[in-house]
C-alpha cells in the first residue's frame, strides 16, 4: 500500500460573499490613497519658510553646571553692568510679568524666556530673568581659554521674540542674501540701537533714501524712520502673553499715514499746502498691468489644470493597484488549499 499527496479545497466556514467582501475593501484604500497622494502639491514646500530652530545650548540642558551672571561679572563688569538694566535682566522681576503670570495660574511653560536655566522636566530654573546663560548656554570648562558658545543670527532670538522674528522673515532685512539679523542693529547686550538715533542706524545702510519727497518732508518735520517703517498701532493694554505686533516688516501701510495725517489723509490740496512742495507722480501703465493681470489668471489655470490631472492619474493607479491587490486577496480567501495524506 503506498501514500500519496492529493489536493482538495477546505470548506470554508462562512458565505460567498466574504472575498468580494475584502476585495472591496482593498480596492478602496488603494484608491483613496491614490487620490491622497494626488492632491499634494509638490511646489507648496518650495514657498515654505523653514522654522528657525533654536540653538541646542538654549533648549537643551547640559550636564555642565550653571555659574550664574555674578560669575560672568567678574571679568565682565562693564557688560553686567549694562545687562542689569536691561528688560532681559528684568523678565522675571517685572511688574506687568508677575502681574499676567499670577493670573495664568503661575504657569510653568512661561518660565523658559523669563528665567536661565530652566529645565521642563522639573520646572526648576538656575536664575530669575533672561541672564548670560540664557544665551550663551551653560558655563563651559576652559572658558576663558575657549570662548563660550553663541548662535550670532535670529534662531537665538526667536526662542522667545517668536513674534518679532515671523515679522523679520517676512521683511526685506529677512529675505536679503544675507539676512540683515538682528545683531546687525541691537546690542545683544544692552538691548539698544547700534547707533545714536534710529535714523543714524538705518542710514548706515540707507544712504540714498532721505533725497525723496516724502522721505525729505518727514524728516524736515522731526520723524525718524521708524516713525513710518515700524509703526504700529497704539496699545489700549498689555499684549496678551507678551504677544504684539513690533513693526518689523519695515513696510508702511496706510495705517501709519492715518496715524498723523487723520485729518488730511484724503485732502492731497492741504498737504501741499502745508509741505509747500508738489510730488509728480508719473501714471500707471495700464496696459502692462492688464498683461500682469493675464499672467496670473493663466498660471492659475495652468495650476488647476495639473492639479485636476494629479487627481485622476491618482486615481487610476490607485484603482489599478487596487484590483491587483483586491483580486490576489479575495481568490486566497476564496481558496483555502491544503495537502491531505490517503493511503491507497
Known amino acids: 500500500m503506498t501514500k500519496k499527496n492529493i489536493f482538495h479545497n477546505q470548506q470554508r466556514k462562512f458565505g460567498?460573499?466574504?472575498?468580494?467582501?475584502?476585495?472591496?475593501?482593498?480596492?478602496?484604500?488603494?484608491?483613496?490613497?491614490?487620490?491622497?497622494?494626488?492632491?499634494?502639491?509638490?511646489?507648496?514646500?518650495?514657498?515654505?519658510?523653514?522654522?528657525?530652530?533654536?540653538?541646542?545650548?538654549?533648549?537643551?540642558?547640559?550636564?555642565?553646571?550653571?555659574a550664574g551672571s555674578e560669575a560672568c561679572a567678574k571679568c565682565h563688569q562693564d557688560i553686567h553692568d549694562e545687562w542689569l538694566i536691561t528688560r532681559h535682566a528684568q523678565a522675571f522681576?517685572?511688574?506687568?510679568?508677575?502681574?499676567?503670570?499670577?493670573?495664568?495660574?503661575?504657569?510653568?511653560?512661561?518660565?523658559?524666556?523669563?528665567?536661565t536655566g530652566y529645565n521642563p522636566k522639573t520646572g526648576e530654573y538656575v536664575q530669575e530673568g533672561v541672564a548670560?546663560?540664557?544665551?550663551?548656554?551653560?558655563?563651559q570648562t576652559g572658558h576663558p581659554a575657549s570662548p563660550m558658545p553663541i548662535t550670532p543670527d535670529a534662531s537665538l532670538c526667536s526662542k522667545c521674540h517668536k513674534t518679532t522674528t515671523d515679522e523679520w522673515q517676512t521683511s526685506k532685512h529677512g529675505q536679503s542674501t544675507p539676512p540683515v539679523q538682528c545683531e546687525a542693529c541691537h546690542d545683544?547686550?544692552?538691548q539698544n540701537p547700534l547707533a545714536l538715533t534710529v535714523t543714524d542706524l538705518c542710514g548706515n545702510c540707507h544712504k540714498e533714501r532721505g533725497?525723496?519727497?516724502?522721505?525729505g518732508t518727514h524728516a524736515n518735520a522731526g520723524l525718524e524712520c521708524s516713525n513710518c517703517h515700524m509703526y504700529?498701532?497704539?496699545?489700549?493694554?498689555?499684549?496678551?502673553?507678551?504677544?504684539?505686533?513690533?513693526?518689523h516688516t519695515f513696510s508702511v501701510g496706510?495705517?501709519?499715514?492715518?496715524?498723523?495725517?487723520?485729518?488730511?489723509?484724503?485732502?492731497?490740496?492741504?498737504?501741499?499746502?502745508?509741505?509747500?512742495?508738489?510730488?509728480?507722480?508719473n501714471p500707471a501703465n495700464i496696459e502692462e498691468l492688464e498683461q500682469k493681470v493675464q499672467e496670473q489668471e493663466e498660471t492659475i489655470s495652468n495650476l488647476e489644470s495639473k492639479s485636476t490631472v494629479r487627481l485622476y492619474?491618482?486615481?487610476?493607479?490607485?484603482?489599478?493597484?487596487?484590483?491587483?491587490?483586491?483580486?490576489?486577496?479575495?481568490?486566497?480567501?476564496?481558496?483555502?488549499i491544503q495537502v491531505v495524506e490517503v493511503e491507497e
Open 93 to 115: 522681576s517685572s511688574p506687568i510679568f508677575q502681574r499676567d503670570w499670577t493670573a495664568e495660574g503661575s504657569a510653568v511653560a512661561c518660565l523658559e524666556c523669563h528665567t
Open 132 to 139: 548670560c546663560e540664557a544665551c550663551h548656554g551653560p558655563y
Open 254 to 281: 496706510s495705517d501709519a499715514c492715518i496715524g498723523c495725517h487723520q485729518d488730511t489723509v484724503h485732502t492731497r490740496d492741504k498737504i501741499v499746502e502745508l509741505s509747500g512742495e508738489v510730488q509728480q507722480f
Open 313 to 336: 492619474t491618482g486615481l487610476a493607479q490607485g484603482a489599478i493597484i487596487g484590483l491587483i491587490t483586491g483580486g490576489a486577496a479575495a481568490w486566497v480567501v476564496s481558496r483555502r
Open 232 to 247: 504700529t498701532a497704539p496699545r489700549t493694554g498689555d499684549p496678551i502673553q507678551g504677544l504684539a505686533a513690533t513693526g
Open 16 to 66: 460567498t460573499t466574504e472575498p468580494w467582501l475584502v476585495f472591496a475593501v482593498i480596492f478602496s484604500i488603494c484608491v483613496a490613497i491614490g487620490a491622497a497622494i494626488s492632491l499634494v502639491d509638490p511646489a507648496a514646500a518650495a514657498y515654505s519658510t523653514a522654522p528657525i530652530s533654536a540653538p541646542p545650548a538654549v533648549l537643551a540642558l547640559q550636564a555642565t553646571p550653571y
Open 188 to 190: 545683544p547686550h544692552s
Open 211 to 215: 533725497s525723496s519727497f516724502t522721505h
